[in-house]
């Protein structure tokens, strides 16, 4: 029997998680009622897009006075400028009225981040993946109200064996197939290889990026 050559691929076959590239749990800085869903459940949206509006009343009309007494201090300086030139009043008296009018462009600016703060924006491009509190319902500070997942590209996390960790590394070609679409294989190279072994198992944590391409 004629024996001829044959390629052979090295390589090591782990089960992974696959997981979106990016996914994000978006929760407000301050409390309120929820006012508005800008967005629903499946929407695309862009980074920036104001997903969630809470009820800014009280809030806006802090801002839009505060942002008044900065105006009327900015005035006073302006006109009180040509006096102190004129040395009709003191360098004490000027000084104090320029140190009023920015403490209330401080506190103007600060009563505008509270009021931005009521209309939560999508931290990436994405979909939003899910929505949690309805309109009129309240959104405590700090809890999760909606989450924005980027699918555009997929990660997969494995764990490879302490043996192979010098032998993957960043750049590594691999294929990956999935249970549900066993007749598919995608190529990818390894984005991550971790950086220490796991005491437990004694495995190591690898990351690999893919196109996603509609699967289900």
Sequence with gaps: QMIEPSSMIDGIQVVGTVKAIDDVM???????????????????????????????????ASYDAADAQYKMAQLNVDKQRSVFDQQGISELQFKNLMYGRDAAKANADLMKARWERTRLRSPITGVVDNTIPSAGEMAPPGLPVARVVNIQTIKVQAEIPELHSGTIHVGTQSTVTFDAIPSENLNGKVTFVGSTVSAANRTMQIEILLPFLGFP
């Excluded at 978006?26 to 949206?45: A, F, L």
């Design 26 to 60: 978006i929760s407000p800085e301050e409390g309120g009622i929820v006012k508005e869903w800008r967005k629903k459940k499946g929407d695309r949206v862009n980074k920036g897009d104001v997903i969630l509006l809470l009820k800014d009343e009280v809030i806006k």
